[in-house]
């Protein structure tokens, strides 16, 4: 389940359930029309939807389990990008509200998916790019966003990071493939002294998930254990089988090493 929080669910029946085939980023479109377009897109009439529709007033209404099924509003894009309409017509830039709003969306699409905070104007490319971009593979929305709402997505954009701007690994560093994580040292658990768990504080501390002025010490206490549960969860990862597991595996360990030093 891909449900963005803070977002009104209001799931549609046109959509591909389990369509999705890649999370490349989010396609800006405008509505070219006022008011919740939730009618239109549950009706089979229509054949069209969005993952995402937001109001001048900054309010987001979210249509389809987002990056697990597709919505309809970009043809040949649909399987590979989310999709965000925005109230209004081309010839009206998008409100401040509005702004925020498509940047919460895209703030949570970063750090569901990994979407880059990056514009782009391209149908394959990772981040924000806008319907026009497809052209005929895309339904042939030359017109869509306009170039009002296309210049604005450096807006969305440096919203979006303000919005993450405290939240650890923002700026995740792709990992330079020569880069080897030092090998996990066995027996690493919680509440245990050896081996030593400074090594693994100091990636903690480095990639953002542990205070810097936490003091090292051979024990991984509950510091340490809130800091890895946090990186399991936003991971995936649980080597111990339960969820917010406060105890680093060898795959976490290889993440966390690449993230911090590679
Ligand atoms: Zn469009």
Request: proline fraction near 8%; charged fraction near 20%.
């Amino acid at each position: 389940m891909a449900r963005m929080p803070g977002a009104k669910y209001r799931p549609v029946v046109n959509v591909r359930k389990n369509g999705c085939r890649a999370h490349r980023g989010l396609v800006l479109h405008v509505q070219a029309g006022n008011n919740s377009p939730f009618g239109w897109f549950n009706n089979p009439i229509s054949q069209a939807s969005s993952d995402f529709w937001v109001s001048k007033t900054g309010e987001v209404e979210q249509y389809v389990n987002t990056g697990v099924d597709y919505a309809w509003a970009q043809g040949g894009g649909n399987p590979f990008y989310a999709s965000v309409e925005t109230e209004g017509y081309p010839g009206e830039k998008l409100t401040d509200a509005q702004v925020k709003g498509v940047a919460k969306i895209y703030a949570w699409g970063h750090k569901e998916f990994g979407w880059p905070l990056a514009i782009v104007d391209s149908t394959t490319a990772q981040g924000l790019t806008y319907h026009g971009a497809g052209g005929s593979a895309w339904g042939g929305h030359t017109g869509c966003p306009g170039s009002l709402r296309k210049a604005q997505r450096k807006d969305i954009i440096a919203a979006a990071k303000k919005l993450l701007g405290s939240t650890p690994e923002t700026n995740p560093k792709p990992a330079p493939s020569k880069y080897v994580p030092p090998a996990f040292p066995k027996g690493l658990s919680p509440n245990h002294a050896k081996p030593s768990a400074k090594p693994l504080q100091k990636a903690l501390k480095a990639t953002g998930w542990l205070a810097n002025d936490v003091e090292l010490s051979d024990n991984y206490g509950p510091r340490t254990q809130k800091a890895v549960a946090g990186f399991n969860k936003k991971h995936g990862l649980n080597d111990a089988g339960v969820s917010y597991d406060p105890a680093i595996g060898p795959n976490g360990w290889a993440l966390l090493f690449t993230l911090a030093y590679g």
